[in-house]
């Protein structure tokens, strides 16, 4: 039963997930930064790593809010870019 349950949950978050853009891109003055949603979600796995409440939109999601949780991970799990210039290609 449990799986069952856990299934049913898995197959939520694959349906749902479907609806994120496989790359979001942030035009930016210093330059845009391409987010590779669906490579992140394949490695991660997990959606709560990002998404606090429900996986969507993120409310306010501005400058400070993606520096901290981009680098701050990135940073964590020294993985991923960490410079201007690494997220930033103009
Ligand atoms: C590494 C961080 C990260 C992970 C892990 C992640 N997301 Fe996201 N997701 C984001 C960011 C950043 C956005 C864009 C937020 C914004 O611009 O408001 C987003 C946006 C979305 C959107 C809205 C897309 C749109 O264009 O409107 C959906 C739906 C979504 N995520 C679902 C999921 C689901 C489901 C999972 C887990 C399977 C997941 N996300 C895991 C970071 C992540
Ligand atoms: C919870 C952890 C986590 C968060 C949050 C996160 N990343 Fe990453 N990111 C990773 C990891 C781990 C890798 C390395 C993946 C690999 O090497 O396979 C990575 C790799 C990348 C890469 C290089 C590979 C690629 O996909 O092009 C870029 C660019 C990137 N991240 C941008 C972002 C941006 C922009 C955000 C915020 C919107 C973000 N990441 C948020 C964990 C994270
Ligand atoms: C891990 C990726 C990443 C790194 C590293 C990063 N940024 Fe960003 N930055 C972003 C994302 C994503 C946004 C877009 C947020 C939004 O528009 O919602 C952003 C937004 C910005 C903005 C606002 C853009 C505008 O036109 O209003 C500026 C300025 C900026 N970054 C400068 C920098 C500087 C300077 C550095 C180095 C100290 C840096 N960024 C490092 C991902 C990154």
């Known amino acids: 039963m449990k799986s ?3 299934a ?10 479907a609806f994120a853009a496989d790359c979001i891109v942030y035009p930016a003055s210093a330059g845009k930064v391409s987010f ?3 490579a992140h979600v394949d490695k991660l ?3 709560k790593l990002c998404h606090e409440k429900a996986p969507g939109k993120i409310a306010g999601f501005d400058k400070a809010k993606a ?3 981009c680098i701050d991970c990135h940073k964590k799990m ?3 870019p960490k410079g201007c210039k690494d997220c930033h290609k103009k």
């Open 8 to 17: 049913a949950t898995l197959i939520v978050f694959a349906a749902s997930a």
């Open 78 to 80: 020294n993985a991923g």
């Open 4 to 6: 069952l349950v856990l």
């Open 36 to 38: 590779n949603h669906k």
């Open 67 to 69: 520096h901290k949780l």
């Open 45 to 47: 796995k997990n959606c």
